[in-house]
């Protein structure tokens, strides 16, 4: 892919997840790396008028190679993931509202469905607070997600990855739809999760 694609991509699919309201107002943020460049949404550009060219071109030390903006103020989160997980080459952070419910009450979500296992590794974990804008968010995510391709940021949101951002997008999604189904789950009563050993089957262990 080359990097006009990856801008094209990048914006495709920021754009795509502020419709489906994985983010509100210009929260979140979405990159690409090709094992050399990342590129990455600027800074707080509203997605509703974002275009492929105001994406930035940054190395994983932060050295800005094209942009009209500053990168996101999450870079160092992508790159500490980048960096620790040379399998990744896509991450989206989002601030879904089911999702980062939970994590505000600083609480993993369960393995409830069927989907969690195949998409996610099985639930989503809870990665310790750090100051935004600091490579330690992205350190603290890797730590839960040596398993998981999903977790939630401690009062923040949510951060997922993939090979892809088709692939990191739906985890994003799945992430969304087993914490708001959740959330009705426990609204009715206990919630039940799925036996371990019937997740390590489905894992395929
Ligand atoms: P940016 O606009 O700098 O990407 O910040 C949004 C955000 O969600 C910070 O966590």
New binding site residues.
């Given amino acids: 892919m080359t990097i006009e694609e990856m801008k094209q991509e990048v914006c495709d699919y920021a754009k795509q997840s502020y419709n489906e309201k994985l ?1 509100a107002g ?4 979405l990159s690409l790396f090709d094992g050399e460049n990342m590129v ?6 509203p997605y509703e008028t974002i275009t492929p060219d105001d994406m930035v071109v940054i190395k994983l030390d932060g050295t800005v190679l094209e942009g009209k903006y ?5 870079w160092r ?1 992508h790159a500490a993931v980048y960096e620790a997980k040379p399998e990744v080459s896509a991450i989206i ?1 989002t ?1 879904s509202p089911y999702a980062t419910a939970f994590a505000v009450n600083n609480k993993k979500i369960p393995t409830i469905l069927i989907e969690m296992v195949p998409f996610l590794g099985g639930d989503v974990p809870l990665a310790k607070f750090a100051v ?2 600091t490579k330690e ?1 992205g350190l603290e995510a890797v730590k839960v997600m040596e398993e998981r391709t999903g977790c939630l940021l401690a009062n ?2 949510v951060l997922t990855v993939g090979n892809s951002l088709a692939q990191a997008h739906i985890r994003a999604i799945y992430v969304e739809d087993a914490a708001k189904i959740c959330s009705l789950a426990l609204s009715n009563g206990d919630i039940v999760e799925i036996p371990e050993e019937y997740v390590a089957v489905m894992r395929g262990k």
């Avoid at 990455?40 to 550009?45: A, D, Q």
């Avoid at 500053?70 to 999450?74: G, I, L, T």
């Fill in positions: 983010f210009t929260s979140g943020n990455i949404t600027p800074t707080s550009v500053q990168p996101s103020s999450e989160m952070h601030h935004p804008g968010v923040h949101g």
